[in-house]
């Protein structure tokens, strides 16, 4: 993996030549925006007769981002008919041509890494450091695939014998034709894991990205399409998002789902998905949580706190592994909230594209009014507002979806806020007595995603460890108590309501979700 895709947030804060890279590329992407853009269902550019929506910039909602087609079902079956009849070619390219093709959209991301990180702020809110990382990662995701396809040598596998004189083999084989859907928070690196999963194992694919965020991942399809994917492997649409569901659930057609988006969506969309097809059908799904961090008294308070703050409200709380909950052991309760409320201040709200600023605005005004509405439940239900808890709307705010990071103590740990996902800059911290209650209040909720742990014993963190139900778990790290998981290192799976697989993106087995087994055998006759 190259240098330049491993640096960290501090060394592009303090790298010259990397800001003045990305500050260079805010003005030719403002040039690109406003424009009116067709789907792509095969090689040809559609128009809807259903018209378009826009999308516009949390930053400034005076910020077009660009027109886009509100599709009809009647398009998406078509894009459906289009990868079905795409897909024999596509699945018999061999696995080396597909990593070559891919390799060329590496490439091409990391050409584009700062046009691309540009187009995330002004699209989603996102600063510099986390838009550039957001490419980084991409980058190294679609790397770390193509090694696995070829380490696997393209997941065929010579068996034993059944019998004298046969020669048995193991295939995995591609499904058919994917729907992926992405969602607003990150939609160049988990549109691209759908997408990159299901085309590199040799499947096609109609993707539909978040009406939030359409720009960045129509570039994304663009620069698939440049580096040599085939127009019949890969549609683009541009879909509400109950036009879209409706038709991909009930087409028999489509061999499997990819989604990443709330867990009520997901949960309706896997209900539909089984209910409607003649066989069960593969779904593969992220579907948020509710992330718990556990503080102990033997803890490095001031690492705890590091790691809370940045996982907390790194890019407004918008992560699907954001620290959302801490339980701190009583004897440093104080001690904790004391600091963490302190550096909580020193955050600046504003324009996301300055690197002043250390939160940007959250995606739409229904953050903001579940923002208010959170905050409103926590303090009638008696819930202290120890720093923030406000929606920001004069002044330089005026314009855009700005929120306070807020950090809320003396809630009751019972309370609907402890396990609903809120996807906003809300923190909830309490305390605990025994690490077994910890353990037992971050297992709390339907959520199994990620979780962390701050402590200076081994034996609690083999405890954490072994308790804990989420697919990842971290701990002592100052660098994102419960956030940052990295392709290759930490595989990002979610247990319970947060996934339904249990092979996480970025590890040694989610390629096998895109595939399904098949057995040759083969008698070969004696040689005499």
């Known amino acids: 993996m190259q240098e330049v895709h491993t640096r960290s947030h501090m ?7 990397i800001n003045e890279r990305y500050e260079r590329a805010l003005e030719p992407v403002k040039k690109e925006f406003g424009k009116h853009h067709p789907m792509h269902i095969g090689a040809d550019e559609l128009l809807s007769e259903d018209g378009e929506f826009v999308a516009k910039s949390p930053i400034d909602t005076r910020i077009v981002i660009g027109y886009f087609q509100k599709a009809t079902q009647e398009h998406v079956r078509k894009a459906i008919d289009v990868a079905r009849s795409g897909f024999r070619d596509w699945s018999t390219t061999s696995y080396q041509s597909r990593c070559s093709i891919f390799e060329k959209v590496a490439n091409a991301l990391e050409n584009r890494e700062f046009e691309l990180a540009a187009i995330l702020a ?26 696995q396809m070829r380490q696997n040598e393209g997941y065929m596998r010579l068996m034993g014998q059944g019998a004298p004189n046969e020669k048995c083999v193991s295939v995995m084989k591609p499904y058919g034709v994917w729907a992926a859907i992405s969602p607003f928070n990150a939609p160049i690196v988990l549109g691209n894991n759908m997408c990159a999963g299901a085309l590199l194992t040799g499947n096609t694919v109609v993707f539909k990205p978040t009406s939030d965020a359409p720009l960045s991942s129509l570039r994304l399809y663009q620069i698939y399409r440049e580096a040599g994917i085939p127009p019949r492997a890969l549609s683009f649409i541009t879909a509400p998002g109950e036009v879209f569901g409706k038709e991909v659930t009930s087409n028999p057609s489509v061999a499997g789902i990819g989604f990443t988006g709330s867990k009520h969506a997901g949960l309706r969309l896997y209900k539909d998905f089984a209910k409607q097809q003649p066989w069960p059908k593969p779904f593969v799904s992220e579907t948020g949580s509710k992330n718990p961090c556990i503080v102990s008294e033997d803890a490095d308070i001031d690492k705890a706190v590091a790691g809370v703050l940045r996982g907390a409200f790194t890019f407004q709380g918008q992560k699907c592994s954001a620290t959302s909950r801490v339980y701190v052991q009583r004897e440093v309760y104080d001690k904790f909230v004391d600091k963490l409320v302190a550096k909580v201040r020193e955050l600046t709200v504003g324009n996301p594209t300055l690197l002043s600023v250390s939160n940007g605005p959250v995606i739409n005004a229904r953050s903001v009014q579940n923002f208010r509405k959170s905050i409103d439940e926590a303090t009638k239900a008696g819930g202290n507002v120890m720093v923030g808890g ?24 019972n309370h609907h806020l402890f396990k609903d996902e809120l ?25 199994g995603l990620t979780a962390g742990i701050f402590s200076g014993d081994k034996e609690k963190i ?14 002592n790290r100052e660098g994102g108590a419960t956030t940052g998981a990295w392709p290759g290192a ?28 098949q057995s040759h055998t083969t008698v070969e006759e004696d040689s005499m």
């Open 423 to 447: 996807f906003v800059p809300i923190l909830l911290v309490a305390d605990y007595s025994d690490l077994e209650d910890a353990i037992e209040l971050a297992n709390g909720t339907e959520y």
């Open 462 to 475: 083999e405890k954490f460890f072994n308790g804990a139900e989420s697919g990842v778990c971290y701990a």
């Open 390 to 413: 406000r929606a920001l709307s004069t002044g330089d705010f005026r314009y855009g979806h700005y929120v306070q990071p807020t950090v809320i103590t003396g809630l009751p740990q």
């Open 490 to 517: 930490q595989p990002f799976v979610g247990w319970k309501g947060s996934g339904c697989t249990g092979k996480g993106v970025g590890g040694p087995h989610y390629l096998l979700s895109f595939m399904h087994e």
């Open 11 to 17: 060394t592009i804060l303090t790298d010259p030549s």
């Open 122 to 147: 002004y699209e989603i809110g996102k600063k510099r450091t986390e838009s550039i990382g957001e490419v980084s990662e991409t980058i190294a995701f679609i790397r770390y695939y193509c090694d």
